[in-house]
């Protein structure tokens, strides 16, 4: 059996970090293994952007936010990609429609106050000052908007590669098309089995998402965790100056539903997508075909709020999102085996990725994170009470 000091499960966004970090301190003594092949879409990680951003609601996410930025400016200096692309970013909240959906943290207020924490610079906008600096938006009158200059756009395709190519050259070995059917503590150590072949490491790091609790079944761990089929679709405007990055920022819009978007990037068309509320489902069982109901009110929403963002569609994308019932990530190793880590992104984790492959590194090394990663326990009340609720913001 080959033996290694590390092995990482899942080479998607997470786990091609993980493997990055910790190829960059134990070189050959790491290999990663992904069951499909390297760049797959049946994951969460596929496609051309992210949004990254500093605008968070809840604490344990902002404090996070810039060490995340830094962390990608490392990846793009050792590699010389460019990785990140800042467009500026919008909240955009229509306080009518959310009247009585939601309050509390996840509204403008809730934003500005974790800025002002932090120390984050913002500009706080009305309809009418909205429409005056981006025409491109049709407003009701409603609306109130938070901008912030440095949120933009993380190629999550191009990333992902870069930190394979980059773990590759500090030594790791990767292996595509290689399932891993079990990870179960080995005195100190792990076993891993793939079809063809067992192996032995120090510490592993499971990073398998929506495959999380197949993958663990073995080691005495299994999340409520909630996997729904999510999608995006991307519109071919012939407007492009336009929806450009250096004209048009990503934005979220909070209103009867949750929409998110991208100025033209990637394709040669602008993106729209749609936070939570797809249908469940599993990482076998998705079935690859879009929504119509959803694919509707995208086209709804465009034509109403931004009628020269759309044109003829180029293609409606899925993903998966793997969510805990309180849609907060998963990064902790497993109780009473510390020699197994496990990360699980929520649906959110991208703009984060690149700092939580250090953070997993970290973990698997057995250092103090460099992050307090405390609300992301695998012992938290969410993981380990059955009559804990769901509590998805969608």
């Known amino acids: 059996m080959d033996r290694y000091e590390a092995i990482v499960v899942g080479c ?59 962390a990608w400016a490392e990846v793009e200096e050792e590699s010389q990609q460019t990785l990140v692309t800042r467009t500026g970013g919008l909240v955009i909240e229509d306080r009518e429609a959310r009247r009585g959906i939601d309050s509390g943290t996840r509204n403008i207020e809730g934003y500005t ?61 990767v292996r595509a098309h290689a399932a891993v059917r079990s990870v179960r503590p080995d005195g100190a150590g792990v076993r891993v089995e793939t079809d063809d072949r067992t192996y032995l490491a120090d510490r592993v790091v499971v990073a398998a998402d929506a495959w999380t609790n197949q993958v663990l079944r073995d080691s005495g761990v299994r999340l409520p965790l909630t996997v729904t089929q999510e999608q995006v679709t991307y519109y071919a405007t012939p407007h492009l100056a336009e929806f450009s990055p250096s004209r048009f920022p990503v934005f979220m819009w909070h209103g009867e539903h949750n929409f998110y978007g991208f100025p033209v990037y990637g394709e040669v068309a602008t993106k729209l997508g749609q936070h939570m509320g797809g249908p469940e489902t599993t990482g076998d069982d998705r079935t690859f075909e879009p929504d119509p109901v959803r694919r509707k009110r995208y086209d709804r929403f465009v034509e109403h709020h931004l009628p020269r963002f759309g044109g003829p569609e180029l293609y409606t994308r899925t993903c998966l999102y793997t969510v805990p019932p309180d849609q907060d990530f998963v990064l902790d190793t497993v109780p009473d085996h510390p020699q197994i880590a496990v990360a699980v992104g929520a649906g959110h984790a991208y703009k984060f990725a690149a700092l939580i492959g250090g953070l997993l590194a970290d973990l698997a090394l057995d250092r103090t994170p460099a992050h307090p990663l405390d609300a992301f326990s695998l012992t938290r009340r969410a993981l380990t009470d059955p009559t804990f609720e769901r509590s998805f913001h969608v």
């Open 12 to 70: 998607g966004g997470l786990g091609s970090a993980a493997l990055y970090r910790l190829a960059r301190e134990l070189g050959p003594g790491v290999l990663g293994l992904e069951q499909f092949a390297l760049g797959h879409d049946r994951g969460a990680s596929q496609d051309h952007s992210r949004i990254i951003r500093l605008a968070q609601h809840q604490a344990h996410y902002a404090a996070l936010a810039r060490p995340a930025y830094a």
């Open 113 to 173: 106050a974790v800025f002002d924490r932090h120390g984050v610079d913002h500009e706080i906008l009305d309809a009418d000052g909205l429409t005056a600096r981006w025409p491109q938006f049709r407003l009701d009158g409603g609306e109130v908007g938070l901008y912030q200059s440095e949120s933009g756009i993380v190629d999550a395709a191009r990333a992902n590669a870069v930190h394979i190519a980059l773990a590759r050259a500090h030594g790791a070995t």
